[in-house]
């Protein structure tokens, strides 16, 4: 069984030094989807232009997964 | 990670600050607090923005405004010719200084023109933060926000701002109406529905079409089907089929019946068609009876045997048209030809008009009985369908469309002329299209016969069940793409449900990670805000609690103890005024040393103002022992502006006592602003103006009087504590002055050496009566009763008290009056020459 990942923020430190800690949290998951929610993550961007680019990639790389299993 | 403090700004043309290219330097104490005064209007505001504007890039009180009555332009000095200039040096823990220097334009824009690092921004974005900056507006804010907003507030204070946008933009991509709107998630669930449901209508007709071809499926099953088109073709059509994609249905009848077996089918049957309509007409002409239109004949010649010659009949016919010509003539011209006028034509017996009538009335006998018969004789073309039959003959040609007798007859004649009959010959005219009629029937029907040797029998059965397993296939194919098409939805619907999780699971320990951390953090800020509440109201009967949301980041201001009531209450209604700024400010405070952010700064705008000199004190030594880092090692960089005259001497005491107290005054005009140390002489200036203005002096003159006296005390380094003004705002001068005459008397009968002119029992009892309950009036307004003169000499006095403490300096050194170094009459200034 998949052991579930552990994340906690630190009050000892400064916003930087916990978002690293959430990032290394989110490339521990090993999954593609981490990857494609990391980097829209780390971009300075509104909530709508962040939901627009999940939504892109996230359907590119569900039509790329699609046409690898035919 | 190094910290950074600001070291100093440099302001000229920015607000309020002209300074034309002697710009305003504020020197700050990086390692404690800087304190600025200023009174109204004197540029302590403008400090205030200029640091805002350049490091966070705001301007709250101005962004505030409404847009139709902000004017961006006015953020640079109207007074000042060139750009404005800001520049401020950053220094870090480790000594390492960062200039930046911005250019205010005419428009009021910020932009950075030099800077010691290669990229400002990215420096100022990494220090930059709202939450460095308070003013009293946005204090008094903190207690009345809704718990969802203070939880917020919070996350900004302790420097966890981003927080809160993270969280947002994960519940974005949660939100299930977001998920079926951006990756259609309903739309291809209902997709795969349908899809269902058209197999389902597939599967009937693949097993209809079997049971139409006598090879009915038990129980509908997909291989099975394409099993038994396979098998059907190989019966019927002799072909072997190894893929139903493949089978060109067209050429399995092509094989059998020809290239161009659909074309003779189709002429066959066009044939087929045509010969069924020949033989409709043949059988009608087989219908018509010669007699009928021979009786015709007849009763048309019988019409015409009442007119001798066809020339007789066309004068009837002219004449019919003179009768109305007569009916208007006098009987003598009746007897006259209208067209040659030859007179006298008639007879004894009868007018030549009434020869004519009698001529006439038998033609128009004879257009009756015409009629009669074209009525009936069309009626008779009518019933036999005559039409139809010339229509058809013309239509395959075998007569040319102006022959058509029967046509002619109906539509175009419209009088039946007496060979009418006799030149047509009806009965030749049948006869003629009966041969006419056979001739094609006979020609068609061999045609038939060739085509139908081409066209075996059983290919009509063939083409039926051909169809019949076209449309299986078809709907085999159509199937399997449905079937595809739900397997690739369901694909990406397991794919998307993969990616749902996740970011479900993702929210989740976020949310739970950082709700964790903020409620360890408002624990933290909860005890210190307790502890710095207590030390700014020294009130044990009211006990504040922030407390934290279990669940979600509310975070809730509450009352744990008010007085004899220990129930938790809602902090805002119950507290006054002083109270809840009290709480607001603990609650800053704990938050700015909970917040580990390289930026080490904290800038204070009118915090004071709202308590009581009693409290301001207290504000202002939590400042100095547990905020600021003079006391405290974690503590923060202070830079404080106030407007407010009661605290100045108490700031003036620390610039004194403290290394890392800073404490400035502004001093200037519209022109120039300026940092100065603020004397009671400038003090005394400024009450002179107000009086002679008219002005309302309010506390001001107390203010003077507390002024001097501390000046005294102060400046003579006498020990009288600060503390002794705690909580007896009005009564402080009657304390100071008890105080200063303790200390004096007791040094008189110390004998030491001490200020010649120092004051009696006596005189300090001279000093209250002498000002007094006058202040009391002059404070509440009652000064217009007091005329200038009196006032000015209360601030005569007031100076008269100072100057017993002081000596009159005339070398160049200091030139005036000076205080003393000390009650001992020692001279201030060592290497002073003056004799005293």
Known sequence: MKKPLNLKFQKTKNSKQNFEIFFNYLKQHKSPYSSILLNALKQNISEEEFREIIKNNVLAYIEKKSSQSK | ?836
């Not at chain 2, 089907?225 to 089978?247: G, P, R």
């Not at chain 2, 066309?314 to 007179?343: H, M, Q, R, W």
């Not at chain 2, 933290?524 to 710095?532: A, L, M, T, Y």
């Not at chain 2, 404070?779 to 209360?794: F, G, H, R």
Request: a positive charge; hydrophobic letters at 35%.
């Open chain 2, 1 to 836: 990670m190094s910290k950074v403090y600001i070291k100093s700004i440099s302001i000229e043309g920015f607000r309020g600050i002209n300074n034309d290219n002697n710009p305003l330097v504020i020197p700050f104490k990086n390692k404690g607090v800087t304190s600025i005064f200023s009174e109204n209007g004197m540029g302590k505001s403008s400090i205030y923005e200029a640091l805002s504007y350049c490091i966070n890039n705001n301007l709250p009180k101005f962004d505030e405004l409404h847009r139709e009555i902000r004017d961006d332009r006015t953020k640079k000095n109207l007074f000042h010719s060139n750009k404005g200039k800001i520049t401020i040096i950053f220094i870090d823990d480790s000594n390492t200084e960062t200039k930046i220097e911005f250019e205010i334009n005419d428009k009021g824009d910020r932009n950075i023109i030099s800077s010691t690092v290669t990229n400002p921004q990215l420096f100022l974005d990494s220090i930059s933060g709202d939450q460095n900056f308070l003013d009293y507006n946005t204090f008094i804010q903190i207690l009345l926000k809704s718990p969802e907003e203070t939880g917020k507030l919070f996350s900004d204070l302790v420097g966890f701002s981003e927080f809160p946008f993270i969280k947002a933009k994960i519940d974005k991509i949660t939100r299930t109406q977001n998920i079926n709107t951006d990756f259609q998630k309903n739309s291809k669930e209902r997709e795969i529905e349908d899809n269902k449901q058209k197999i389902v209508e597939l599967e009937n007709k693949i097993s209809n079409n079997f049971q139409d071809l006598g090879t009915p499926l038990a129980v509908f099953n997909l291989t099975e089907s394409i099993k038994l088109v396979k098998k059907l073709i190989k019966t019927e059509f002799k072909k072997k089929v190894k893929d139903i994609n493949q089978i060109k249905f067209d050429q399995l009848i092509k094989d059998i019946a020809g290239d161009s077996y659909d074309t003779d089918v189709e002429n066959l049957n066009l044939l087929k068609t045509e010969n069924n309509e020949v033989n409709k007409f043949q059988q009608t002409l087989k219908l018509i009876k010669y007699a009928a239109f021979l009786k015709f004949h007849k009763q048309l010649n019988k019409a015409y045997s009442n007119f001798g010659s066809i020339k007789e009949l066309y004068v009837g016919e002219l004449l019919d048209k003179a009768i109305p010509i007569y009916d208007k003539l006098s009987d003598f011209d009746k007897n006259s030809c209208i067209l040659c006028n030859t007179e006298k034509l008639g007879t004894d017996e009868s007018t030549f008009y009434n020869l004519l009538f009698t001529r006439i009335r038998k033609y128009k006998e004879l257009r009756v009985v015409l009629n009669n018969i074209k009525t009936e004789f069309n009626k008779a073309i009518e019933n036999l369908k005559l039409l139809d039959v010339e229509d058809y003959i013309a239509t395959k040609g075998l007569i040319s469309a102006e022959h058509k007798f029967f046509s002619k007859a109906f539509y175009d004649i419209q009088d039946l002329s007496q060979d009418f009959f006799l030149k047509q010959s009806i009965p030749d005219i049948i006869k003629k299209y009966k041969v006419l009629l056979s001739v094609k029937s006979k020609k068609n029907a061999q045609e038939i016969k060739i085509l139908s040797l081409k066209v075996p029998k059983e290919l009509p059965i063939l083409i039926e069940k051909n169809i019949k397993l076209k449309e299986i296939v078809d709907a085999i194919i159509e199937l399997q793409e449905k079937q595809n098409k739900i397997s690739n939805s369901k694909t990406y619907l397991d794919n998307l449900d993969e990616w749902i999780n996740f970011v479900d699971e993702i929210k989740n320990d976020f949310e739970k990670a950082f709700n964790d951390l903020m409620s360890d953090i408002s624990s933290d800020i909860d005890k210190q805000s307790k502890e710095f509440f207590f030390l700014i109201m020294k009130n044990n009967d009211i006990v504040p609690l922030i407390k934290k949301d279990n669940k979600g980041h509310k975070i809730n201001f509450l009352i744990e103890k008010f007085y004899t009531i220990t129930k938790e209450n809602n902090a805002t209604p119950l507290l006054s005024e002083s109270y809840r700024n009290a709480l607001c400010l603990s609650t800053y405070f704990a938050s700015a040393l909970n917040r580990n952010t390289k930026s080490n700064f904290i800038v204070l705008d009118d915090i004071t103002s709202s308590f009581d000199s009693g409290h301001q004190f207290y504000l202002l030594e939590l400042i100095k022992d547990r905020i600021s880092k003079i006391s405290n090692k974690k503590g923060k960089q202070i830079i404080m502006l106030t407007h407010d005259g009661l605290i100045r001497k108490t700031l003036n005491g620390y610039n004194n006592n403290n290394k890392n107290w800073s404490h400035y005054n502004l001093v200037g005009n519209k022109d120039e602003i300026r940092l100065k140390e603020f004397t009671s002489d400038d003090f005394k200036r400024i009450i002179s103006d107000k009086i002679n203005r008219g002005d309302n002096l309010g506390s001001d003159l107390r203010s003077y009087y507390e002024f001097v006296i501390l000046d005294i005390i102060e400046k003579l380094d006498i020990p009288i504590p600060y503390n002794l003004i705690l909580n007896r705002d009005k009564r402080l001068i009657d304390d100071l002055l008890k105080a200063l005459n303790e200390i004096i008397q007791l040094r008189k009968s110390s004998k030491k050496k001490s200020i010649k002119n120092l004051p009696s029992t006596t005189d300090f009892k001279s000093f209250v009566q002498q000002i007094g309950n006058n202040l009391s009036h002059i404070e509440s307004a009652m000064c217009s009763s007091i005329s200038k003169p009196v006032l000015i000499s209360y601030v005569d006095y007031i100076d008269s008290i100072k100057q017993r403490f002081q000596y009159e300096c005339k070398c160049l050194r200091n030139q005036g009056l000076v205080y003393y170094k000390s009650l001992d009459g020692n001279k201030r200034d060592k290497q002073c020459t003056c004799k005293i």
